[in-house]
Every structure is written in C-alpha cells, then in structure tokens.
C-alpha cells in the first residue's frame, strides 16, 4: 500500500468491504508504507547492484591507468602527503592509516595487502613502491606487519601523478570525485603518462568475470604506442613486432607464439611458462640440473617441495636430491642431483610435466572502458589509452594556458603603468583612498605606442593574453589607448615601490615574454593536433629513455607439448615376446658382454607351458608394427609396452591390442619413420614373399589394418623394410638360402599383368636346376667383388610392389617339412652373413659364398646342421653383422646372451660353427637379434657415459660355463673348435658337388 499522506488508501486502491483484511487490535501500529515485491525480483535487482559494486569499485582496473580503486587511492594518499621517491620512507601504517581513514572504506588488511604487492618486484614488473623491510618472497612468506616496514613512491610511481599538478592546486587533468563520506576530493583516475595496464599487468576475480593480464616491458609497450601513434591503422601482427609477448618480473621462457597472437587479438590467450634451467656437470660424471628462474605466480618453496615427493615417491627416476641455494646473490638457484649415468633432457622433461617448473598462463584481458567490463585487445587497449593522454594533455594545456594567460595580463598591466609612471603617480597620490585610485586609473585610456611591439597580438588583432572570464568589454586595447581591468589595477595598487626600478621593469619585460611564448605553444597544442600528438609522443620516447630495460622473459616457438615420448630416454632396448603373447622390454644395458659359449643372463620368466618365440632390438621411441596371424597390422610405442624386469614376464600383448578372438601377433618390426621411397617386405613360412609402400602404413588406426593375405595354413615368418635395389636373403629352416635383388624394372612390369594376386604356383620363375651346383665356395682369400648384386639390370624381375591385401610371390622353393625362418636385407659393405642353429652353434660368412638368383629358386646351403637333443638342429635366425656389433641370443627357457661379433669365427658355408651360448637340456636356441656399434655409442651418449667396456661374465653376474678343469667358455681347443673342424676342411678346397650329399 502507499501513502497519501492521510493514512488512508487512495481511491484506486480502495476495495469493497467484502475484500478487505479484518483490522486487528494493532493494526494501527503496522507501517503503511510497506510496498509488496516479488522477491525473485528483489534478488535481482540486489545482486546487479552488489555485481556492479564489486566490478567498478573493487576487482577490474581501469583501461586508461591500469590501477584498480584501493591501488588509486593508496598511491594518491601517498602523493597527497609528499612521500614521493625524493623523500624518507615512512612508517607502512601511517600511509594505510591515511588510506583508510579517507579514501578506501574498508579493512586496513586491503590496504597494506595492496602497498606490500606493489613493492615486491616478483609481483609487478616495475614496483610502484620502493619498500624497506620484509616484504616477502617468492617462497610464499608473508610481509612483516606494516609497523615494521616503512614506504615511499618509486620515481616511476611520480609519472603517474605528475599531471595531477601541485597538491595545493590541481591541474584538473582528470575528474575529481567526493570519498565516502564527502569530507575529500580523489582523482578517478591517475593522469598515467605510461600504459600501466600492460607494463604491470593486473588480476582480479570479479562477479561473474575475472581478468588476468599480464606484465610487459616497458619499452617494447611504449615503441608499440608511438607506433599506433604514427599509424593509427596498424595490425596486431604490425604492434606485435614491437611487442612480441609478455615480460614476466620472474622471467621464465614462453612458448606459445600462437597463444599470444590470439590474446592480442581477441583479448583471450593461453601461453606456457617455463623455467629457465642449465645443466653443471660434465657428461659421465655426476651432473646436476639447476633452476635459475621460475614461472610467474609459481611459489618456490611448493616447487621444492613437490621436487622432494617426486623424489621420495620415485614418480621420476633418475633424481638423488634437491637444495635450494637461492639467496643475496642468486633471486633462484635451485639444484637438483642426477643419478650418474642418467639423461638430463628426459628428467628435465619429467619435471617439466610432473611440476610447477612449467605452467600454463590464460590470458584475460578484461578492463573498465568508460565504467564497463570489455575484454580488449592489444590494440584497444594502446588506443584507449593514447586517447586518455589526448584528453590529459589537452586539460593540462587549457589550465596551463588559462595561467599563463592570467598571469601575462597582470604584466602586461604593469608594463604599461611602467611606461606611464608619472602619470600613475600624480593619479595615486591625488586621490583620496585607493577605491579613488582605482577608479581613476580605469577611467581612462594609457598611451602604449612604446610597447606595441611588445603586447602579443593574434593575426586578427585580438589579444593573445587576454583571459577567457575577463568580461568587461571595456578593458583592453581600444583604438591606440590601453584600458587597465579590475585585477591590473589592483595588482598595480599592490606593488611595492621597488618594483619601480629600471631593473624590475627589464625582469617584468623578461617575464611578459617568456609568458606569451608559453601562451602561444599553448594555442598551437590546442589548435594543432599533429603537434599534440608530437606531445604525447616526445613524452613517452623521455619515459621510455629513463625507465625502459631489457626482456627478462624469452619467448620460442610454439607450445611445448610434452608427451611420452619426451619423457623415455632413447635408448636401445630389448623386447621379448612369449610363444602365448607376453611381452615387455628391458634396456639393453641390463644386459652386459659375455663371451662366445656363456651360459647367459634370463631375460624373462615364462610359465611352465609357455616358451620365449622372440625378441627384438629396438630404440625406445621406434613405433613398431605388429602383425597378427590373421594378416592384420597393429601400430605401437615401445614405451607403451611394459617395461618389467628379467623375473617378470611381462603383460599379454592382447592387452594393448584390440585383437580378434584366435588372433595372435607373431612378429614385430621396428620403425622410426615412415618414407614414401621405402617399402614394408613379408615374407611367410611357406616362402611367399610381398612388398608395399611403407607410406600406406604411417597412419594406422589402433584398431589396425590388413597388411596381408595368407593361404590356408601359412604365417608370417619375418618382415623387414627395404629401399627398393636392396638384396634380400631368405632362408630356410633346413639350412638353405636363396639370395636375389627386389628392384622391379620398368620392362618387367610392362609383361607381368597381375602381380596383385600373384599366387605362388602362378609364376615360375627360377633356376630349376641344382642351386648348389658350380658354387664357388673358396677361401677368405679369394672373395669375389659383389657390388654387381646391388646393380640389378633395369628389366629385373624381382619382386613388383603390391597393395596391402596381396598375398605375394614365391621367394623359394621350399623342401619338404621345410618354411621359411629367416629374410635379410643385405646392404652393401654391411658386413657379413650371421647364421645361428637351435642347437647354439653359428658362424660368420661372406656374402660372396652366395651366389646371386632369382626368386623362387632353391638356393643354396647356408649351414651344416647337426643333431640336437635328439632332433635334427633347425635354422633360427640369420643376421648381416659388422665385427663391431653385437648380438643377442635368447633360449626358449628365457635365457639371454649378449656378445661380440668379432668373437664369432668366420666359416665357409657348409660348416656347422661354433659355439655361440651354452645350452641346457630340454632347451634351445629360438631367436638372435643385432644390436648396431653405433646404437651402443649412442645409449652411451644420451646416459653421458664412456662406451661399455667388454666384461667378463663373473664380473656382470652372469655365469659362463666354467667349470673346474673346464676352460671357460670353449675359448681354446675343445668342444666348441671341434666343432668347426669340419668347417676348416671343407674351406681346404673348392666345392664341388650335391651339398645335400656332403652333408
């Protein structure tokens, strides 16, 4: 209900009497200006005007000055109260005191909270406070009470109040508004002569809105100014040449170039800031990494603290310990031990990851533009402040010139009393008091023909000095006589006689001068803008001069993202692979040299059923390609296999694939980058053999593609990559081997239709006769130049490039009971041919002893094989194998061997070998791998250790066959020579004759 002001209802709201509430006994004690409302509206209405509150008043700062109202109002009591940066420091509690009691109506907590952040030179780029005390630090301590600490304005502090003028007597650059209670006048905002809200960033969480932005460097901001200036249309990418990202006070290095071009732009950004570090140490000696500088807002002791867990908890291997040296001398210096032998870059990356050490920064920047939230971007931001100077200086100007004008015009009043002195006198002295006097000297008009060149005049003939409120018509320069206004006068009443003298009228001549050269500058601000503009500009180039230094923050590249690859040290490894699909790796370097015949290392734990099928030599960061049996190919990370130690046996590999039911994988070949001028060759235990571009395999869906087809009954027996002139060696399980080039020639092609689905009793190819006949097996001595082998002639039919779903050529003529168990692909003066037997016996061949065919021949024989465990020995694996390499033997009980090649003997064709592991009963040799010279110069690189020394078996821990009266590991004659006897025989002299028959 409202009311009338006769405590009854008006008319419209009168009701009849069957409507109306009852009166009760006390109803005339209810108030009847109470107005129903719908709450719903009533919290809305209450929440705008509290939103608004908290945005305009207390947590966004203001485009033009950057400060929000408690930083405004603490640097304006500071200035009001002469603690600029020429005076003594003051008591912290003195300026909060005054804060408080004047301008900010809230806490003294806010105040000092606020004057502590803009001392502290890890919180603003360039401190607006100059502090003496404890004001904290970057480990996250508090300030000391504010009756502890004494204040005063830092000289940049000074450029943002300077225009304000003389405390006694403002200049009105900006508008002045009543404090809280109406007693004092404050600024709304700081007449700023630097872009603050970029050089010091702000960050505040409003209602609804928060704003984050970030610090940068003062002469970079101030280049970009002067260049919008310059040209007002500028792009972002024109301003960012000049401001190429922002300038932490803690430094760091930046990444995200992207990241910042889109907060330039929009106003919305997302950079990463990392800490900048170095590594002391010498490579295989003990190393350390050290943190010199830090994220901005990253508290140092949290960092240390989380480096400590992460070291304790052993989330990052690798990492001993962690000090924190920072002090007087060093802002940061945080040092963190590394285990000797470990790679710096991978633990640096972990820590990159698993801590503050790198964070990422989102970039808001929201302000008040003209009394509203709007996020802005670099330009807007440059544009509104350059017109908050315009507007500055332009109000500056006019109170300047509205002086000089007031000023000049006393003494142009006195100047021509000056030269009217007698005249003056007798009026003075006739005159009955000084109102007389006035009158008479105002009365009439004063000869100033000796100062007509002197009184400034415009163009048009008015006078330049002549104030705007002065009035009266009358005064002035009328016709050839001068006529004094009511302040000339009385100033002139006022002078002291001394000012009579000759010299006073030189000092009042000087003075009148230099005023009309101040009026005249003033006139051409106000009336030219170019030479305002030149103005603001020549103001900003003096701040940049006496204020500006260099970057602290570094900026690169794009984003660093961090995956798991950068956090595996790239080393070569070993992946074992059980016949029931459990497989891990282990580095290499678990595993150290034994000689030839040791009984080796186990490599894996397989259950009572299960046998060790393979293993593979690997970098840590190779993709491999899985291939199953049903011809199917699966994509993989090493390091996404479990990485388990030589007790585990590791994880079914089912569980990293999505594999059918009844699929398996059987073979793994390593690759580190897929190039279109490279091919994947397969080859099956039935000798079909089938070549694709490797391109067609580099973006493998993890649920994995076709790679093959087999006929009924046939696997995979091995794959490799080729370059397409390669000489590719297959072998059998019965120890022959068919050598031959893959290049395909152009004319070939032309006559094969269909090598698509060229099936293997559809081409016949090869030699049919006696591949061993007329073989020239000869002595080392002897060797032959091969070099043609890799020269194929260009109408080669070697094997044509299919797709994905071909099932291939035949490769060899396989004999019964045989499959193929081995492909190699030779490379030119790589080596010579490695062949290893499951009985453990191999041997070193020259590929000369092979004589070059075609595909789809029976080939030759590769190795004599001799009974085992009372079988017939088979082929396991065939290597090209440098005399600095190293092998790796596996028994299908999990036993592993690491030795030299240039332990091995180098035999002829038809010799059995010597012994390469010792082998138990119930057990045999099932896998050989080679690991390159030059991968074990580089693990030994990447870990900053000298490359390993050969070591004896006793000394690693692994034991060779040595026992008592044994000569360790059939080094000298014995067992193992034995052995090769017949080898030495059969190099005596040439071979001639059915090798089969020989054997």
């Known amino acids: 209900m409202s009311d009338n002001g006769n405590n009854n209802p008006p008319e419209d709201e ?94 003294d907590t806010s105040a000092y909270d606020t004057l502590v952040r803009m001392a502290q030179n890890f919180s603003l780029r360039y401190p607006l406070v100059i502090g003496q ?275 000049a015009h006393i003494l142009e009043g006195m100047l021509v009393v000056l030269s009217n002195i007698d005249e003056v006198i007798r009026i003075i002295r006739e005159s009955a008091n000084k109102n007389d006097a006035k009158i008479a000297l105002m009365s009439r008009g004063w000869d100033f023909s000796l100062l007509t060149e002197l009184i400034a005049r415009a163009a048009d003939g008015s006078e330049i000095c002549r104030p705007e409120d002065l009035e009266d018509p009358a005064c002035g320069i009328h016709g050839n006589l001068y006529h004094l206004s009511d302040r000339q006068t009385e100033s002139i009443l006022n002078m002291p006689l001394h000012r009579l003298t000759g010299m006073e009228y030189n000092e009042v001549q000087d003075g009148y001068k230099d005023l009309v050269a101040k009026v005249r500058s003033f006139l051409e601000i106000l009336e030219n803008d170019s030479v305002l503009v030149d103005v603001i500009r020549k103001e900003l180039r003096e701040i940049r001069d006496t204020y500006g230094d260099d970057r602290r923050s570094e900026i690169q590249g794009e984003r660093p993202e961090i995956t798991m690859e950068d956090l595996i040290v790239p080393e070569t490894a070993v992946i074992t692979m059980s016949r029931t699909g459990y497989v891990k790796y282990q580095p290499l370097a678990e595993y150290r040299e034994q000689k030839r015949g040791g009984r080796g290392k186990r490599a894996a734990k397989v259950k009572d059923e299960d046998v060790i099928d393979n293993i593979y030599i690997v970098n840590t960061h190779d993709t491999i390609l899985c291939f199953s049996s049903i011809g199917k190919v699966y994509p993989l990370k090493v390091y996404e296999l479990p990485s388990s130690s030589s007790q585990s046996k590791g994880l079914p590999i089912v569980n990293l694939l999505p594999l059918e039911e009844n699929e398996r994988i059987i073979s793994i070949l390593p690759v580190d980058k897929f190039d279109e001028d490279r091919y994947l060759m397969l080859i099956t235990k039935r000798g079909l053999i089938k070549k694709t571009s490797l391109a067609l395999f580099k973006n493998l869906r993890k649920t994995g593609i076709l790679a093959i087809k087999f006929m009924e009954g046939d696997t995979l027996a091995g794959s490799a ?37 060229d099936l293997p009793d559809a081409e016949e190819t090869g030699d049919n006769d006696d591949a061993d006949e007329g073989d020239d097996d000869a002595s080392a001595a002897q060797e032959k130049d091969i070099s043609s082998y890799w020269n194929p002639a260009p109408d080669a039919k070697g094997i044509r490039p299919s797709g994905r779903a071909s099932r291939g050529v035949r490769a060899i003529k396989l004999a019964p009971g045989a499959e193929v168990v081995s492909m190699v692909v030779f490379k030119q003066d790589a080596g010579m041919v490695l062949t290893v037997s499951s009985s453990g016996l191999g041997k070193l061949t020259p590929l000369s002893r092979y004589r070059l065919c075609n595909r789809n021949c029976k080939g030759v024989m590769s190795i004599k094989l001799t009974q085992h465990n009372g079988k017939q020995a088979q082929v396991v694996g065939v290597l090209q194998a440098q005399m600095n390499d190293q092998i790796v033997l596996i028994t299908s009980d999990g036993i592993l061997i690491r030795t030299k090649v240039e332990q091995i003997r180098v035999c002829g064709r038809f010799s059995q070998g010597v012994k390469l592991i010792n ?67 059969a190099e005596a002299q040439p071979e001639t004759g059915d090798p089969a028959a020989q054997e």
Not at 40 to 49: G, H
Not at 358 to 363: A, K, L
Not at 961 to 984: H, I, L, R
Request: proline residues 5%; charged residues 25%; negative net charge.
């Open 721 to 757: 990559i080729t370059a397409g002139k390669d000489v590719i060696g297959v072998f059998a399980s019965n120890g022959y081997a068919a050598v031959f080039n893959e290049y395909y020639g152009a004319a070939a092609a032309d006559g094969d239709e269909d090598a698509e689905d």
């Open 133 to 407: 005390g404890n004001f904290g630090n970057l480990d996250g301590d508090r300030a000391a009470a504010m009756r502890y600490t004494e204040i005063k304005m830092a000289r940049i502090a000074n450029e943002m109040v300077v225009d304000l003028g003389p405390r006694n007597d403002f200049k009105e650059t900006v508008d002045q508004v009543p404090n809280y209670d109406g007693s004092e006048m404050m600024p709304s905002v700081m007449p700023n002569r630097f872009p603050n809200l970029l050089v010091n960033g702000s960050s505040g969480i409003a209602v609804g809105m928060a704003t984050n932005i970030p610090s940068h460097n003062l002469r970079e901001i101030i280049d970009a100014s002067i260049a919008l200036l310059d040209d007002p249309n500028i792009t972002i990418d024109g301003l960012m040449k000049f401001v190429p990202g922002p300038d932490f006070p803690t430094g760091g290095i930046i990444y995200g170039v992207s990241g910042v071009r889109e907060a330039y732009e929009t106003g919305r950004g997302s950079i990463i800031i990392r800490s900048r570090t170095h590594i002391e140490g010498k490579p295989g000696e003990k190393q350390c990494i050290v943190i010199d500088e830090i994220p901005y807002n990253v508290n140092k002791k949290e960092l240390v603290t989380r480096i400590n867990a992460c070291i304790r908890e052993k989330t990052i291997e690798g990492l001993t310990e962690v000090n924190d040296y920072s002090g007087r001398n060093h802002d940061v210096r945080v040092v963190i031990g590394i285990r000797k032998g470990e790679a710096p870059e991978i633990l640096l990356n972990q820590l990159f990851k698993r801590t503050n050490m790198q964070i990422s920064y989102g970039i808001n920047m929201l302000a008040l533009n003209d009394g509203h939230p709007e996020v802005m971007n670099l330009k807007q931001i440059l544009e509104a402040f350059i017109k908050h100077r315009r507007e500055v200086i332009t109000r500056r100007t006019v109170h300047d010139l509205k002086r000089s004008r007031a000023q």
């Open 14 to 107: 009168k009701t009849s009497e069957e409507g109306q509430q009852p009166r009760t006994e006390d109803s005339h004690l209810q108030p009847l200006n109470i107005r129903p409302v719908r709450i719903t509206e009533q919290l809305k209405t209450a929440f705008i005007n509290y939103a608004m509150s908290v945005i305009v008043d207390r947590a966004l700062p203001d485009v033009r000055d950057g400060l929000k109202p408690v930083h405004r109002r603490c640097l304006f009591s500071m200035y009001m109260n002469g603690y600029d940066s020429t005076g003594k420091t003051v008591k912290s509690a003195k300026v909060v005191g005054d804060v408080i009691g004047k301008y900010h109506p809230h806490g």
């Open 919 to 985: 082998i138990g009963e119930n057990s045999e040799l099932i896998a050989v791998e080679k690991v390159l010279g030059e991968d074990l110069e580089n693990d030994a690189e990447i870990r900053g250790l000298n490359a390993p020394e050969s070591e004896a078996g006793a000394a690693s821990g692994e034991v060779p066959e040595n026992s008592a009266g044994e000569n360790p590991a059939g080094e000298t004659a014995g067992e193992n020579d034995a052995e090769a006897a017949p080898s030495d025989a």
